[in-house]
């Protein structure tokens, strides 16, 4: 730990025979508004993955090699590695990494294409990636870094556009609502809803920011929080619960989330917790805004409930921490994601554009 703060130490690289950091440098204290740029959440060396391992935040900032297929779905499958742009890049580089080994590449990469099924974006970067099979090894490698120096050029392009959007909107320093992990740390280095408060902190046009705990893996709690101090955003963390009654009791100016997909009629999945905000936001006259890349958005699937729903194990809710908090036996339905009806969004910003829609 930094003495006198929460921010974990300098990295630490799991890993065998790495050698060193991809970035070595020691985060800066509390307030530095460069906190995450330097620091990759994924990134590629040559013939492996490094990841931040994201379970192990906020206590420890610790990257953690990947040297193969296998080791790539456990990462995804346990959000070692998470966020949709993450896994759109995580998508591209397994397929680097089945590419480079001496088993079947199409079979690994059917089998990190299958590894979550909510986000389009693992399946976006596998495809990508797997297309350029037949130029040879080399060409495929190139595709995957492709992919993964877009995510930061476009998140932050996307970012920008965000701000720009609720700058015009709203007029003032703004406090914002946000839900689960949608920043740095759910991409490459530039966030999509964390990315657009970024933005406007850097503009010296955000006041405030509430976030929920997001329930039951802690994304907010653990990882958002930790990136808006590092950003040296003031910022307030409420349960899941409380966000409804955070929008009623007039606390905030806008709801901003990412997405994990977005149908082609503007219907939006995000993490479970989200389309209680948007209601609230509807109900209590707020715009709700949704930043996600066009990586994100699925014309093929042609509403929400076509999405497939990712269900998770039932001791992510029935225990905590490891301790037992439900009696044995109770059964749990763990919804990873739900869905927000597009008449309930104001506006998609994505790199390219912003879709407005008739809500405020
Ligand atoms: O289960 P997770 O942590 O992968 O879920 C992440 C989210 O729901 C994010 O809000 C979404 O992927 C947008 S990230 C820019």
């Known amino acids: 730990m930094i003495p006198g703060s929460d921010i974990p130490g300098p990295l630490t690289i799991l890993g065998a025979d790495d050698p060193g950091p991809v970035h070595p440098r020691t985060p800066p204290a509390r307030g530095d508004p460069g906190h995450h740029g330097p620091v990759r959440t994924i990134d590629w060396r040559g013939d492996h993955v490094v990841i931040v391992d994201q379970t192990r935040l906020p206590h420890d900032l610790v990257h953690r090699a990947l040297h193969t297929v296998d080791d790539l779905v456990h990462a ?43 986000a389009v974006n693992l399946a976006w970067g596998v495809d990508r990636v797997l297309a350029k099979l037949a130029d040879g090894t080399e060409a495929v490698v190139a595709e995957a870094v492709t992919v993964l120096e877009d995510d930061i050029r476009l998140n932050r392009a996307l970012a920008h556009r965000g701000a720009d959007w609720l700058q015009a909107r709203i007029g003032k320093p703004i406090t914002a609502h946000t839900h689960c992990n949608a920043g740095a740390l759910a991409c490459v280095e530039w966030g999509t809803a964390l990315g657009v408060l970024r933005a406007l902190n850097e503009r010296g046009a955000l006041a405030h920011v509430y976030a929920d705990e997001t329930r039951p893996l802690l994304q907010g709690a653990r990882i958002t929080a930790w990136e808006l101090a590092g950003m040296g955003v003031p910022h307030t963390l409420v349960v899941d619960s409380a966000g409804p009654s955070v929008i009623a009791n007039g606390l905030v100016d806008v709801v901003v989330v990412g997405a994990d997909r977005i149908a082609a009629n503007g219907d939006v999945v995000n993490k479970v917790g989200t389309y209680p905000l948007a209601l609230a936001a509807a109900r209590h006259g707020i715009p709700f805004l949704v930043a996600a890349p066009e990586s994100t958005v699925d014309l093929s699937t042609p509403s929400g409930d076509a999405i497939p729903i990712e269900l998770r194990a039932a001791d992510e809710i029935t225990s905590f921490n490891g301790t037992r908090t439900a009696p044995p036996g109770t059964a749990a339905l763990n919804y990873a994601f739900d869905v927000t009806p597009a008449d309930l969004v104001t506006a998609v910003v994505t790199e390219a554009r912003v879709v407005e829609r008739g809500a405020p």
């Not at 959000?79 to 949709?84: C, D, P, Q, S, Y």
């Not at 993450?86 to 590419?99: E, F, M, R, T």
Request: charged residues 20%.
């Open 76 to 118: 995804i499958k346990t959000l070692a590695v998470r966020g949709a742009p993450a896994l759109g890049v995580a998508g591209a580089l397994g397929v680097a990494l089945a590419a480079l080994s001496t088993g079947d590449t199409r079979e690994q990469a059917a089998r990190v294409r299958a590894a979550r099924p909510t």
